[in-house]
């Protein structure tokens, strides 16, 4: 069973900024596939961003673009979201997710990996 937890979440204003944290296996931070979806009430699922590959290569959404960074910190086996200028529509459940298949990041969502948190909730 791989466990990811989430922490970081809460309420913000709009123009704020959280960081959301992910604890994770550490093996899955080595050449896995590594995300961050969100979902709100009525909303359909949508991926945030993903990281992957051994340089660490980073997608994001559109509407998170420039306002939102993933990274890794192999030293603390965690994966985060940093999170700058909060907007209204940013509100949501945020969970982790994580795949050991690396190349999975290149065709899916991070919704659809294999393994997800049980998440951590976002208000602006």
């Known amino acids: 069973h791989v466990q990811l937890v989430e922490s970081g979440g809460g309420s913000v204003r709009a123009g704020g900024s959280l960081v959301l944290s992910c604890a994770a296996p550490?093996?899955?931070?080595?050449?896995?596939?590594l995300g961050w979806f969100r979902q709100a009430p009525g909303k359909e699922r949508e991926g945030v961003a993903q990281?992957?590959?051994?340089?660490?290569?980073?997608e994001y959404d559109d509407s998170v673009k420039g306002r939102f960074t993933i990274y890794l910190d192999n030293a603390k086996s965690s994966v985060y979201l940093q999170m700058h200028t909060l907007k209204p529509e940013d509100a949501a459940m945020y969970y982790c997710a994580a795949d050991p298949r690396a190349w999975v990041c290149a065709l899916t969502s991070p919704g659809d990996l294999l393994y997800r948190g049980q998440g951590t909730q976002v208000t602006v």
């Open positions: 990281i992957y590959g051994p340089g660490g290569i980073t």
């Open positions: 550490n093996y899955l931070l080595r050449s896995s596939c």
